[in-house]
């Protein structure tokens, strides 16, 4: 059964850290390039940052630049989001969402993804 799973949501208080776990099965993972997106409470869904199918490149948007890292683990089929020094304004649900090879991911260009996950709440307040 072809499915990511995302997990590691939560509350946490500003300047907090989280971290994110995006896992795959049903498909052949390090084929594709994964994202993370969020969605926050009346905005629409936006991709944040992307990693390469190899996990050599990745692209960041500058609203998390600096502060969220992510990685992957193709061994263990997952993708990881590392979020630190997070703001109330990084509250949303976090999705992530894989397509077939990276020149997407490299120019930065997010949409057209084969396969999403069905999300994660990060709640950053005090």
């Known amino acids: 059964q072809l499915q990511l799973v995302e997990s590691g949501g939560g509350l946490v208080q500003p300047g907090g850290s989280l971290r994110l776990s995006c896992t795959a099965s049903?498909?052949?993972?390090?084929?594709?390039?994964i994202a993370w997106f969020r969605q926050a409470p009346g905005k629409e869904r936006e991709g944040v940052l992307c990693i390469t199918s190899s996990g050599s490149d990745t692209n960041y948007a500058d609203s998390v630049k600096g502060r969220f890292t992510i990685s992957r683990d193709n061994a263990k089929n997952t993708v990881y989001l590392q979020m630190n020094s997070l703001k109330p304004e990084d509250t949303a649900v976090y999705y992530c969402a894989a397509q077939y090879a990276s020149r997407w991911c490299l120019s930065g260009k997010y949409y057209g993804m084969d396969y999403w996950g069905k999300g994660t709440l990060v709640t950053v307040s005090s």
């Open positions: 049903g498909f052949t993972f390090d084929n594709y390039g």
